[in-house]
């Protein structure tokens, strides 16, 4: 069975910078093909994805948050860990890991943890 | 702003159809399959179509997608009260960036 959580801080103030960590069971990054992203969504508004890393440490960001973030692997932990700096009360959202899946060179965000609602505040 | 475009809300009653479109450019949908995703008030969105058409296991077959160019829809056929969610089409850019759409409100009336 395949699991997902996200875990951090539930508020930051603004500036600071954002540590979520996304927990997972029932697959590994030994495993080639393997992926891992992060997808935020803000309350009341649509999806937005972030960032993902693969099992050979290939990574991609959203080019409008480059310059924030970076995504990590442990393998043997099974964390994904990503971070986003300079923190705005516009970052306020619900914030996702899924992992990826490829079917038939299809990729798609094939299982997700719950979320964790991260609220940036003075 | 997303990218991809989809209607606010859709609606109808129990029983009935609906479809929810998705419109991008040649550079995502027309370049990439598309997904679908529902996301039930309070959740995680799960995933419903991918490749355009296909249907994970579990997934019911009153739930179609189609493509074409640079579209896409959703239709859900037999329209029950446990389909009363947020959908979102998503799709990878020639940039290998993930793009979602701005979501659709299904209200079953």
């Known amino acids: 069975q395949i699991t997902l959580k996200e875990s951090g801080p539930t508020l930051v103030k603004p500036t600071q910078t954002l540590t979520l960590t996304c927990t997972f069971s029932?697959?590994?990054?030994?495993?080639?093909?393997?992926?891992v992203a992060w997808i935020r969504q803000p309350p009341g508004e649509a999806l937005e994805w972030l960032a993902l890393?693969?099992?050979?440490?290939?990574?991609r960001y959203s080019p409008s948050l480059k310059s924030r973030l970076t995504i990590t692997k442990d393998t043997a932990k099974n964390h994904v860990v990503l971070t986003m700096t300079n923190m705005d009360p516009v970052d306020t959202a619900t914030y996702f890991c899924?992992?990826?899946?490829?079917?038939?060179?299809?990729?798609?965000?094939?299982?997700w943890g719950q979320g964790t609602l991260v609220t940036v505040s003075s | 702003q997303s990218v991809l475009t989809q209607p606010p809300s859709v609606s109808a009653a129990p029983g009935q159809n609906v479809t929810i479109s998705c419109s991008g450019s040649?550079?995502?949908?027309?370049?990439?399959?598309v997904s679908w995703y529902q996301q039930l008030p309070g959740t995680a969105p799960r995933l419903v179509i991918y490749?355009?058409?296909k249907r994970p296991s579990g997934i019911p077959d009153r739930f179609s997608g189609s493509k074409s160019g640079t579209s896409a829809t959703l239709a859900i056929t037999g329209l029950q009260t446990g389909d009363e969610a947020d959908y979102y089409c998503?799709?990878?850019?020639?940039?290998?960036?993930?793009?979602f759409g701005g979501g659709t409100k299904v209200t079953v009336l």
């Open positions: 899924a992992r990826l899946v490829s079917v038939a060179g299809v990729v798609v965000f094939a299982y």
């Open positions: 029932g697959f590994s990054f030994s495993t080639s093909g393997v992926g």
């Open positions: 890393i693969y099992w050979n440490d290939n990574k």
């Open positions: 040649s550079s995502d949908i027309g370049s990439n399959y």
């Open positions: 490749g355009d058409y």
């Open positions: 998503g799709t990878w850019d020639t940039s290998l960036s993930a793009q």
